[in-house]
């Protein structure tokens, strides 16, 4: 489990021979270091915060949001990814990145509110964050690689046109 606190970017964790619990436990090794108990936890110098559910920040939600998909949008019931959970540790490496020409850092006016994508496209990986209003902060809403139709259709090349004239 310890091998998995030694992955890098682009390298994928190993998760496979893992227990349901062992896999939980490697996971939230690497989901404390990186973004639970990271002082430096940020993106363009501001800080970033898990969302909170129900007016409660709660660092166990967003532990689930990274490693889990909705598979029935009905009851929104959630199972693990193992295409989400085995990226984990490249939330820290994109948000320690300065902006390049293979990464797409945009915000968007979206019908939920602001958002700011994080868009890595050699690995078409996106980083989801929702700016606050009233402090110079975000939230983390999600991370994810694009795959199937998704991944094909590019959308996030498309949202990339409805970008803002900056980053909030």
Same mark, same amino acid.
């Given at each position: !489990?310890?091998l998995?606190?030694?992955?890098?970017?682009n %390298?994928?964790l190993?998760?496979?021979?893992?227990?349901?619990?062992? =896999?939980?436990?490697?996971?939230?090794?690497?989901?404390? =270091?990186d973004i639970?108990?990271n002082?430096?936890?940020?993106?363009?110098g501001?800080?970033i915060?898990?969302?909170p559910?129900?007016g409660k920040?709660? !660092? %166990? *939600?967003l532990?689930t949001?990274?490693?889990t998909k909705?598979?029935?949008?009905g009851?929104?019931?959630?199972?693990?990814d193992m295409?989400?959970?085995? =990226?984990?540790?490249w939330?820290k490496?994109? !948000?320690?990145?300065?902006?390049?020409?293979?990464?797409?850092i945009f915000?968007?006016?979206?019908?939920?509110?602001?958002? *700011?994508?994080?868009?890595?496209?050699?690995?078409?990986?996106?980083?989801v964050?929702?700016?606050?209003r009233?402090?110079d902060?975000y939230?983390?809403l999600?991370?994810?690689?694009?795959?199937?139709k998704d991944?094909?259709?590019?959308?996030?090349k498309?949202?990339y046109k =409805?970008k803002?004239?900056?980053?909030?």
């Amino acid at each position: !489990m310890a091998l998995n606190l030694l992955k890098k970017y682009n %390298q994928l964790l190993e998760l496979n021979a893992f227990s349901e619990p062992q =896999r939980t436990a490697s996971l939230m090794g690497v989901f404390d =270091r990186d973004i639970a108990a990271n002082l430096n936890f940020n993106f363009e110098g501001k800080k970033i915060h898990p969302t909170p559910v129900d007016g409660k920040i709660k !660092m %166990q *939600t967003l532990f689930t949001h990274l490693t889990t998909k909705i598979v029935d949008p009905g009851t929104k019931k959630r199972d693990f990814d193992m295409h989400r959970s085995c =990226r984990i540790h490249w939330i820290k490496f994109h !948000m320690e990145q300065q902006k390049h020409d293979k990464m797409l850092i945009f915000s968007v006016h979206e019908p939920k509110g602001y958002r *700011t994508y994080i868009y890595d496209i050699d690995e078409k990986y996106v980083i989801v964050l929702e700016p606050l209003r009233k402090v110079d902060e975000y939230y983390l809403l999600t991370a994810y690689p694009l795959r199937g139709k998704d991944a094909k259709k590019d959308k996030f090349k498309k949202k990339y046109k =409805r970008k803002l004239n900056q980053v909030l």
